[in-house]
């Protein structure tokens, strides 16, 4: 499988803003872990010394969280491997950050909780996801690597099971997991 990678540009975001993200460039979620059709997204990413900023806009014609399990809620998964270890188990720097379309934030391991600021907001073709997330200790500089990945979740027909998963990246399904097939970010 071939591993993608994207630039992560330099820049500060206030919530909402869309001009300042016209200067990163885009992503789309376009493999797919399970389904063959369903949501997806067009997803920026901007970082500072203090963390990092994703922009997810998702295109989903039916939103809805009618499972009580996070992980099938209509909703989009960051997932960061700081140091790019590409570890096949999540380290101290790991983190997967869940965010649905009503901004009901989860993550994994519970102890990042507070790593994750975020906004969400409906559109007429889905809805956007903004989030930041802190840098775990020692933030990474201008030129550094960074695993990365990004996948939105879709209950196609709200029955409370999720139909698709459409990813960046890693099509494995142990994302949540093992960070070893998760593409790469650039921060010019």
Do not use: C
């Not at 570890?87 to 009503?102: E, K, L, M, P």
Request: zero cysteines.
């Amino acid at each position: 499988m071939e591993r993608y990678s994207s630039q992560a540009g330099y820049g500060y975001v206030r919530v909402w803003r869309i001009d300042i993200w016209n200067k990163a460039e885009q992503i789309v979620t376009d493999r797919w872990v399970s389904g063959s059709s369903g949501s997806t997204a067009k997803v920026r990413t901007l970082w500072d010394d203090h963390r990092l900023y994703v922009l997810a806009e998702v295109t989903d014609s039916l939103v809805t969280k009618r499972s009580a399990n996070a992980w099938e809620q209509d909703s989009v998964e960051i997932f960061i491997d700081q140091n790019n270890a590409r570890a096949a188990s999540y380290d101290s720097d790991d983190g997967q950050y869940r965010v649905n379309f009503d901004n009901e934030p989860s993550v994994s391991p519970g102890s990042l909780g507070a790593n994750l600021t975020s906004a969400a907001k409906r559109t007429p073709t889905g809805y956007i996801i903004e989030a930041a997330v802190d840098w775990v200790g020692t933030p990474p500089e201008a030129g550094s690597l960074i695993g990365f990945d990004v996948q939105v979740n879709n209950d196609g027909n709200d029955d409370g099971v999720r139909d698709s998963v459409a990813i960046w990246n890693d099509t494995s399904d142990r994302t949540w997991q093992n960070l070893s097939n998760i593409g790469l970010l650039t921060l010019e």
